[in-house]
């Protein structure tokens, strides 16, 4: 039989994954704030039977999290960032639909009309709020743990870099700024520095999902800057 102690270690495991891949939780601590719970000392302390422990346990864990800064702590990317749109482009190897010739795309094209409101798609503070080369008018948002959500061919900005956004704030308008072939905008999930596949982190529901797949006409551009 699973106990409410072993339970409560899954989700801890779990957590500390989350920066790896999409999860339904909107926000926790870096992994390296699990050395600062003293295993030995919770179970020395507790008073005998598994509900008592698994009640000091969780309750260290929750000061452990109010205690952590915010900047510390990762929110990782689970919404689409813009409402009724088409993939035009996927990520990965593709036709590049302005220069030519075969090159990697490192985020999805997603088109719409100009002026389309784009959200946050996770918590974080806004690293850069600039026209940033073929992207154009862009923006990059930290989510902690080296997980950044990236935002180009913009209309317009409406955030400022250095400061911190919430899930579904609204950061700028979907234009066709920089390398672009019409209204859409370019979106990139990069861990490490390196981009991932954009589309697990775009949905919280398989229903989502099928729409963030659902293909079409429109506007395509760049996204071949590291």
Do not use: C
């Not at 010739?101 to 784009?118: E, M, N, Q, W, Y």
């Not at 797949?213 to 071949?224: E, F, H, K």
């Amino acid at each position: 039989m699973i106990t409410k102690r072993a339970t409560l270690a899954l989700a801890v495991s779990a957590g500390f994954g989350i920066a790896a891949a999409p999860a339904q939780a909107q926000e926790t601590n870096a992994a390296a704030a699990v050395g600062a719970i003293d295993m030995s000392k919770v179970t020395d302390a507790a008073p005998k039977g598994d509900d008592a422990q698994f009640q000091q346990l969780f309750a260290q864990w929750d000061q452990l999290d109010r205690d952590t800064p915010a900047a510390a702590r990762v929110s990782v990317p689970s919404r689409m960032p813009l409402d009724d749109t088409r993939l035009t482009s996927d990520f990965g190897m593709r036709t590049h639909p302005v220069l030519g010739g075969r090159r990697s795309h490192k985020g999805v094209d997603l088109a719409a009309p100009t002026g389309t409101p784009i959200y946050a798609t996770a918590d974080g503070y806004v690293s850069k709020a600039e026209w940033f080369s073929s992207y154009g008018k862009y923006v990059s948002i930290e989510h902690g743990a080296n997980l950044q959500t990236r935002f180009a061919h913009m209309s317009g900005i409406t955030v400022k870099a250095g400061t911190r956004v919430k899930k579904g704030d609204i950061i700028g308008y979907v234009g066709s700024t920089g390398r672009s072939t019409g209204p859409h905008l370019h979106y990139e999930v990069r861990i490490d520095g390196r981009a991932v596949n954009p589309v697990p982190y775009m949905v919280e529901s398989e229903a989502q999902r099928a729409f963030a797949l659902a293909t079409g006409t429109g506007g395509q551009g760049d996204g071949d800057e590291e």
